[in-house]
C-alpha cells in the first residue's frame, strides 16, 4: 500500500459529518422531517412548547436509536444510555452538541442549552454505526419553530424522502467504492518487526511505543488511532518455539497501560494485567517483559487495563510462535472430500484482525473498505489466514468460490479439520484457515453481518477480496 497523503486527509472529520449527511439522504423513509413547505409531517409550532417534554430517555443499542424520532422542549435535556455491548455516543449534527463516548451501561445527560427550535439529524459517530442504524431526528420545540435549524435536513426532504428514494444514486454510490478499492491510504499495520537487539544468550528483543496518532481509516477519513509503533494493528511479532524474548513497551499515552500476551504461555507475573500481576506502566515510563516462547503460538497482544477503550481505537497486533506446517501443523490428505497435496508451500502467513468498536470502527487490519488490503495471490497458491477477532462483536467471515479449511483453534491445531465458506469469529477467537487459490478472478472477502459491510454509499467496513492472478 502507498504511503501518499491524499489532500482532502485533513478535511477527515468535516467528511465524516458530510457523509453522514448523504447516509441520510440516501437511506430515505428514515427521515421525519417538519417543514412548512413539504406537508411530510405537522410542523412543530403546531404543538406548544410545554407539551413536548423537558427531559427525554434515549436508549443506544447495536444499531439503534430508539426513540428515531427524538421530541424535546427548547432548552431541555437528553438522558442518553447506552443499553448495548459495544461505545456508542449521540450527536447532534449541525449543532455541536453531543455526549460523550459511553461504554455499555453508561449513561450521559445532554443539555441542549439555547439550541434553536427546528428539527436536526442525530447519530452514533463511531464509524458505521450511522449506516447500520444508528440515526434519528430530534425536533426542539418551543418559539419560531417552523424554522428548520438545518438546511441540509429541509434538502432531503425533498429529494429523497419516502418513496423518492434515489435508486440510481444508491447504484452509483455502490459502483464508486468497487471503483476506488483497493485505494491508498497513509501507512498500513502488520509489518514483521525484527529484534532490534539479540542478546548474547540469545534473547530477541523487541520494542513497542503505545501511542496515540492520526490514522488514516478509509481514504481521506483521518481518526484518532491509538496504537503500537504508529500503526493499526501494531507490528507482528513472530519467533521461534524456544525462543527466549523481551518485549520493552513504553508509555507515550497519557493514561497508564499493560501488555496482555493473549493466547501466549508466559510467567504469571509477566501477564499484563495490571495491578493484578504488575503495577500499571505509567505514562512516560517503560516496562520489559520477558518470557521464554515454550509453545506454539497463534496470540495477540493489547493491553488489558481498559481494553475496553484501547482495543477499539486500535490497540493490537499479533504474536506468532512458531512455523504452520510444522509447530502448527495442517493436514494433509482427503478432508471432507477434498485432497490437500503433502508437498504445499504456503506462499503467504496473513493476520486479518476484526475490529468494529471505538474510534476506527468496522475494520480489516485497522482499514475500512475501500482502504483495506487486497490478499495478491498466483492461481495454485496455497495461503494461511489467521482471523483475529479484537472487537466487541461476532463476524462470520466469508470468503466467496474457495473454501476455507479450518485446521487450528487459537492456535490449538484441530483433531478434526473442517472446510467452512463462512467461519465465525467471536471476540477473542482465533481461527486459522487454508485456502487453495484455485479459481482466478477477484474473490470477496467480507463479514456476513451485511451492515458490517455495506451502508448506503456503498461497500465499506469489513469487507476486502482475494484477487487471484
Ligand atoms: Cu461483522
Keep these: 500500500m502507498a ?27 428514515a427521515l421525519i422531517v417538519a417543514s412548512t413547505s413539504s406537508g411530510a409531517a405537522p410542523p412543530p409550532a403546531e404543538q406548544a412548547a410545554d407539551e413536548a417534554p423537558a427531559t427525554v430517555q434515549v436508549t443506544l443499542s447495536e444499531f439503534d436509536v430508539v426513540p428515531g424520532a427524538i421530541e424535546v422542549a427548547a432548552g431541555g435535556s437528553l438522558e442518553v444510555t447506552n443499553a448495548g455491548s459495544s461505545e456508542h455516543d449521540l450527536a447532534i449534527v ?5 455526549t460523550p463516548m459511553l461504554g455499555a451501561g453508561e449513561s450521559a445527560s445532554l443539555s ?27 425536533t426542539v420545540h418551543g418559539g419560531d419553530a417552523t424554522t428548520l435549524a438545518s438546511d441540509a435536513v429541509d434538502a432531503e426532504d425533498h429529494s429523497d424522502h419516502g418513496d423518492d ?6 447504484d452509483a454510490a455502490m459502483a464508486a467504492t468497487f471503483a476506488a478499492f483497493p485505494a491508498e491510504t497513509a501507512a498500513h499495520g502488520n509489518e514483521m518487526l525484527e529484534p532490534e537487539e539479540v542478546l548474547e544468550d540469545g534473547t530477541k528483543v523487541f520494542r513497542l511505543v503505545a501511542s496515540i496518532f492520526e490514522w488514516e481509516l478509509e481514504p481521506g477519513l483521518m ?50 494485567v495490571a495491578p493484578l500481576t504488575q503495577d500499571l506502566i505509567a505514562p512516560g515510563e517503560s516496562f520489559t517483559y520477558e518470557f521464554t516462547a515454550d509453545e506454539p503460538a497463534v496470540g495477540m497482544y493489547h493491553p488489558h487495563n481498559h481494553g475496553q477503550k484501547k482495543l477499539p481505537n486500535g490497540m493490537f497486533g499479533a504474536f506468532l510462535i512458531g512455523d504452520v506446517g510444522t509447530d502448527i501443523p495442517y493436514p494433509s490428505g482427503t478432508v471432507g472430500g477434498r485432497d490437500i497435496p503433502e508437498d504445499i508451500d504456503i506462499v503467504a502467513e496473513i493476520p486479518m484482525i476484526l475490529n468494529d468498536a471505538g474510534t476506527i470502527g468496522l475494520s480489516l487490519n485497522g482499514k475500512s473498505f475501500p482502504a483495506t488490503e487486497p490478499i495478491v495471490v498466483d492461481q495454485d497458491d496455497w495461503i494461511v489466514i489467521h482471523y483475529y477477532n479484537e472487537g466487541l462483536q461476532i463476524h462470520p467471515m466469508h470468503l466467496h468460490q474457495m473454501p476455507q479449511l479450518v485446521f487450528a483453534k487459537d ?5 478434526a479439520p473442517q472446510w467452512e465458506d463462512t467461519v465465525n469469529v467471536a471476540p477473542g477467537e482465533r ?10 478472478g477477484v474473490w470477496v472477502l467480507h463479514c456476513h453481518i451485511l451492515t458490517h459491510a455495506e451502508r448506503a454509499e456503498g461497500m465499506f467496513g469489513m469487507v476486502t477480496a482475494m484477487i487471484v492472478e
Excluded at 492456535?411 to 483433531?415: A, I, T
Excluded at 481461527?431 to 482466478?440: E, R
Design 94 to 98: 449541525d449543532a455541536d452538541l453531543g
Design 165 to 170: 428514494t434515489d435508486w440510481e444514486a444508491l
Design 112 to 138: 441542549l442549552g439555547d439550541l434553536a427550535p427546528g428539527v436536526y439529524e442525530v447519530l452514533c459517530t463511531v464509524p458505521g454505526h450511522d449506516s447500520s442504524g444508528m440515526t434519528g431526528t430530534l
Design 223 to 272: 481518526v484518532e488511532g491509538w496504537g503500537y509503533n504508529g500503526t493499526i494493528p501494531g507490528p507482528v511479532i513472530k519467533v521461534d518455539v524456544g525462543d527466549r524474548v523481551q518485549v520493552i513497551v513504553e508509555n507515550e499515552l497519557p493514561m497508564g497501560t499493560d501488555v496482555h500476551w493473549h493466547g501466549v504461555r508466559v510467567p504469571n507475573d509477566q501477564d499484563g
Design 431 to 440: 481461527f486459522s484457515v487454508l485456502v487453495h487459490a484455485s479459481d482466478p
Design 411 to 415: 492456535g490449538f491445531p484441530l483433531d
Design 3 to 29: 504511503t501518499k497523503m491524499t489532500e482532502e486527509a485533513t478535511m477527515g472529520t468535516i467528511a465524516t459529518v458530510v457523509l453522514a449527511a448523504i447516509a441520510m439522504v440516501l437511506s430515505g423513509g
